[in-house]
Structures are given as C-alpha cells and as structure tokens.
C-alpha cells in the first residue's frame, strides 16, 4: 500500500460519512412521515384511550420534533443502540435484528461459496468451449433457472421433495438440520447464472493477450496457461462481483425465508416496513447502507493490492 | 431485485456506429436469441391485443363447484381459477399489465433519468456530473427490497383518497382510477432504483464519445448543446444503452411480479402474473391443482428467460474482442 492509497481511503471514508447522512435523513423522514401511527402498532389498532397513546408518545419520544426525534435517533445509533422494536414490545431493535440478520447472512455466506464455487469454473468451460453447441447451451441452462421465479420454483419443489418424496420436512428446524440444504441450494443455484456470465467475458477478454500467446509458444502445457496465465488474470472482475453481493448477505433473501419459514431478516423486513416498525426499518436500511459503502472500499484495496497497475482514483469513482 | 445493476457489469468496450449492420447479422445468426425474440413477439402482441386474443371476460366468475378450479379443457385452456375465471384470459391480461409496467418503466427510468441523466452527466461534467453520479451512488446504497417495501406500503395506505379524487377530476371511473394509483405507485417504486444502471453505462459512453474529433469539430462549428447531444452523442450511446436495457427488462419486470406476488402491487380482480401465481403457489395446493402454477407462471418464466437471452446475445455481439476467436 503506498502513500497514494492511504491518501485514496481517507477521502473515500470521509466521502461517506456525507453520503450515510443523506441516507439517515431521507429514510428517518421517509419512515416518520409515512402514514401510521408507531402507538397502533404497540397496542393494536383502535383498542387504546387517547391517554394511553399520549403515555406511550412520550415514553418513545414519538410527540418531539422531528429534528428532535433525529438527533435522539442519530445518538443513539452512533453508540450501537438500535432503538426498540415497536412490533414486539419490550424488546429493543438490536434483539430483533442482530440473530436473525445471523441467520441470513450465516446461509447467504454458505449460498455464495457455492455460487462462486460453480459459477466460475462454469464460465471457465463455456468461454473455452465458445464456437461450439455447449457454450451456449450451457449458459442458457443456467439462465432458466434463473428465470424462475422463487414464488414458482420452492412450491413445486416443496412438494416434490417433502410431499411427493418424503425426503425432507417443510419447516425450519435450525441451521443444522438436514432439511437447510434445499434453501441453501435454491440461494446458490440461480445466481450461478450471473457469475458464469462474467467469468465467460472475462475469460474472453484476456484470452488474446499477448501474454497468453508467449505462454503458448513458450510449450506450456494449456491447461497450465489456462489456469495459470488466462483465469488468473481473468479472476479481476470477480472482485467487484463477489464485493457487491455481500451488503446482500445481511439483507437475506425473501421469499426463500417466507416459503421455508426461517426467521431471517428478510421476513423481518417485511413484517417491518408492514407493521411499520420504524426503528427497526431504519435500522436495517442504515446496516444496509453501510455495509454497501464498506464493500465499495474493500474492492478498491483489493484491487489496489491484487493489480499494481490500477491507478486509486482515476478509475472508479 | 437488482434491477440493471446486472447491465453495468458486463464491462462492454464502445462499439462503432459503422458495425450496425454487422451485429443485425451476427444476432441473426443466433438461434437462442431468434428464438427469444420470436417468443417476445407473441408475448408483446398477446398482450398489446388482449381483448382479441383472451377467449373470456377475464374477471368474469363462476359460482358452480364444478366450474372452479377446473383442469385444462378444450373450453379454458389453461383451467380455471378458484373463482371460475378463465386462466388464458387472465395470463393475456397479465402479459398486458407486464408491458404497460415495464414500458412505464423504460420510459421514466430508462430513458428520462437513465439516458437523459446520464448524457447530461457525461457530456457536462464538472458539477452536474458530480451531483447526478452521487445520488445514483446514494440509491445504489439503499436496501432496494426494503426501501421498494416500504414506499408501497407507505402509498397504498391513501389510495382509496386518491382514486376517488382522481375519478372527480376526470373522466375516469373509481375502479379505474384505483388500478391506474396502483400502477403509478409500483412504478414510482420501481424508478428510484431502475434508473442508476443505466445512467453509469450512458455517462461512460458520453465521456468517451465527446472527446472524439467529430464532436469537437461540431462544438467548433457552433452547434448547440442539444444538437451535439442529439446528433453526435446519443447514436454512439445507443447500442450500449439498448443492450443495458434488455438485460435489465426481467429485473424490471419481475420487480412488479414480485410486489404484486405480496399484495403490494396490481391487485385481482386486475390481472398480473404475480397475483396470478400467488393464488397457485403452495406445496399443497399445488399437489392438488398443478395447472393454476404451471399456467399462470410459464408465460412470465419464458419472457424473463427471452429477455436474459437477447440480453446476452446483444452483450457477446457488442463485446467486439469476444468476437474476435
């Protein structure tokens, strides 16, 4: 790392202290001014006197001033206090999220080594098989399972495997039960589409290098060239790709978790912005938020460190 | 949901005007992708002429026992739903719910921000290319899911206020006017996040486009800044941007299937895949009436899948190196 870099991270860090400010904002303003009252989701719609719901406005800080109510907020999350769950009572928000957003992102890490795992050797074949029947074949197979739809693929899966077949249960019965392994693959498999795509291009965008030639004519063996000359260098990209997909990890993935009936944050989401539960939809937007920035500085060190020929700051912006 | 967040990936080199002709024949060449296209067709023209080609009143009930949930029959192709209505007949419908949504879509995201953002952002730099690029990043950043989540939720609390003021203010009917607050509110939903992608791809091609001597010897000549634009910058923008686009189309697309699959889109009795398929989609269910599932969401598996396609034909096609073996 030289000194260019150093310089490089302390701008891109201050950079998004700004940009999380402008999100805190929108979103707090978003959330507060969306219709719905915090006091009907504590008590149950329409079975409060007005005096209670006053109580209750004064105990959450709910009948200051925006602004107020902003700063309040702001405090308490740069000190890691979440806020309190206005949906399940008396818990506070960092109870809600932070096991469920375990179990998601726990599966999501799972799920993404597989995807990798697959997609990449799968677009190391097509991009060297191009020319013939398989390259397309092969991509396209897996682009129709990405075109299903999950709302689509897990009922039909479902009762193929647990009702048709027997071979698993239908409910959530923790991490390490068997019955995990048909959502983990319905995380893995579709995405491998994408992952294959880019590692095909990739591959073909350096496979006529200069570079690769000398190898050739050098008298390596090809498979050698291929791993060692060609993938390598086509590996690049794949920083970017594997880099955005993990902010998704904590956000866990909806519709797996709705049919599957595992207590992630995904369904915790819905259930939020539904009830609305404001702390906890702020909550998880900043997580998420922060996380995407994060990444976003991880993959340029990555790059920075992996290829000394790019130049922080003039690239990518 | 990552809308045309997909596109911008595929890190496409700027391809020459001149080569129009020679992509039609390369892409003509591809059997996959003539296959898709052939299948969008009907897709596009099924939909577009809906009330000629449905066989039923879409939403037209039966109560009779025997006339709900029916199988495939030579009456109603696709079965019938639990309600007694005609599954062809409403697929139909959906396929014409899909294309207005994502021609809303396109036109507002993908054209108005996408295209007209990112010309602007490429072409003037300086402050204008700063401030659109961070808001794009600033979006970028937000959790699309729960941000799409919650501003539907947020608006569908005031639609019945809204649907009836709209009917008092025009000539529409209240049901009319509910199902067109639906659409402007999926679509406000979906544009926030559908518009970045293709912003990046059109800014990139502008700044590389602008500093070519073409457009300088235009700016000498003295031609305004919407005729550069216009002339000189957009016809070498396009193909990159059409191709961004169409491999963006079945995020776009399933963004409302997805919304209305939760109740938080198009809701029955107007037809959309997503409210189609909700009322097929369980193990159990489906065990005892496959054909709701099977029909109501083929139609849609094979337009996303057409759209990834094309998507990818026209990504290899303008790639030219890839071209080159």
């Known amino acids: 790392m030289g000194p260019g870099l150093t310089g490089y991270l302390i701008r891109r860090v201050l950079w998004a202290v700004p940009v999380l400010f402008i999100i805190s904002v929108a979103v707090f303003w978003i959330v507060r001014a969306a219709p719905g009252d915090p006091v009907d989701s504590i008590l149950g719609r329409d079975f409060y006197s007005e005096e209670q719901a006053e109580q209750l406005r004064d105990k959450y800080g709910y009948s200051d001033p925006l602004p107020v109510q902003y700063w309040k907020w702001l405090k308490n999350f740069s000190q890691g206090d979440l806020g309190i769950s206005t949906r399940h009572r008396d818990f506070t928000a960092n109870e809600i999220i932070l096991p469920k957003m375990r179990i998601s992102a726990t599966l999501g890490i799972i799920a993404l080594v597989i995807t990798f795992g697959l997609g990449i050797p799968v677009g190391i074949y097509a991009a060297l098989a191009r020319g013939t029947i398989l390259d397309p074949l092969m991509i396209s197979t897996w682009l129709m399972i990405d075109a299903i739809p999950y709302f689509v693929m897990i009922p039909v899966i479902q009762w193929l495997l647990a009702i048709k077949l027997g071979l698993i249960g239908l409910g959530y019965e923790g991490l390490t039960s068997p019955n995990i392994i048909v959502p983990i693959l319905l995380l893995s498999l579709p995405a491998v589409a994408g992952v294959a795509r880019i590692m095909r291009a990739s591959i073909l965008s350096v496979i006529d290098e200069d570079y690769v030639r000398t190898a050739r004519s050098k008298g390596l063996r090809e498979s050698t060239v291929i791993f060692t000359h060609v993938a390598r260098n086509a590996m690049l990209p794949m920083i970017t790709v594997i880099g955005l997909s993990l902010p998704g990890l904590a956000g866990g993935s909806l519709f797996v978790e709705l049919f599957f009936g595992i207590p992630g944050i995904a369904r915790e989401s819905l259930d939020a912005v539904l009830a609305p539960d404001f702390d906890v939809i702020l909550a998880l937007t900043m997580i998420s938020s922060i996380l995407f920035v994060v990444a976003n500085i991880l993959i340029d060190i990555a790059y920075a460190i992996i290829d000394p020929r790019v130049r922080l700051g003039e690239a990518r912006g | ?325």
């Open chain 2, 1 to 325: 949901m990552a809308i045309a967040e997909s596109a911008e990936l595929f890190q496409v080199e700027h391809a020459r005007p001149r080569e129009q002709r020679r992509w039609l024949r390369v892409l003509l060449g591809k059997k996959l992708a003539m296959c898709a296209l052939a299948y969008l067709a009907v897709f596009y023209l099924a939909g577009i002429f809906a009330p000629l080609v449905a066989t039923h009143d879409p939403t037209k009930t039966e109560i009779s026992v025997e006339a709900r949930l029916a199988g495939s029959s030579s009456e109603h192709w696709f079965g019938t739903d639990r309600l007694g209505r005609d599954i062809y007949s409403r697929v139909v419908y959906a396929a014409r719910t899909t294309i207005i949504f994502t021609f809303a879509v396109l036109i507002t995201g993908g054209v108005f921000l996408g295209l007209g953002l990112g010309l602007l952002a490429g072409y003037r730099g300086g402050w204008i290319d700063t401030a659109i690029m961070r808001v794009g990043e600033i979006l970028a950043g937000l959790p699309t899911l729960i941000m799409m989540l919650a501003i539907t939720a947020a608006f569908r609390t005031h639609i019945n206020n809204l649907s009836f003021d709209l009917a008092d203010a025009t000539w529409l009917s209240v049901d009319e006017a509910r199902t067109l607050v639906k659409f402007v509110i999926i679509v406000g939903a979906t544009v926030p996040f559908a518009w970045v992608g293709s912003a990046r791809i059109v800014r990139s091609q502008a700044l590389a486009i602008r500093e070519l001597p073409y457009v300088t010897a235009a700016e000498a000549a003295g031609a305004s800044t919407p005729r550069i634009l216009a002339r000189h910058i957009f016809p070498g923008v396009l193909p990159l941007f059409v191709v961004g686009l169409s491999a963006g189309m079945a995020g776009i697309a399933g963004a409302e299937v997805g919304l209305s699959f939760l109740g938080l889109g198009i809701d029955p009795p107007t037809s959309s895949f997503g409210n189609l398929i909700s009322e097929g989609a369980g193990a159990r269910f489906f065990e005892q009436f496959p054909h709701v599932l099977i029909f109501s969401s083929l139609p849609v598996i094979f337009f996303f899948f057409a759209w990834n396609l094309l998507g990818d034909a026209l990504v290899d096609i303008l790639e030219p190196r890839a071209n080159q073996r």
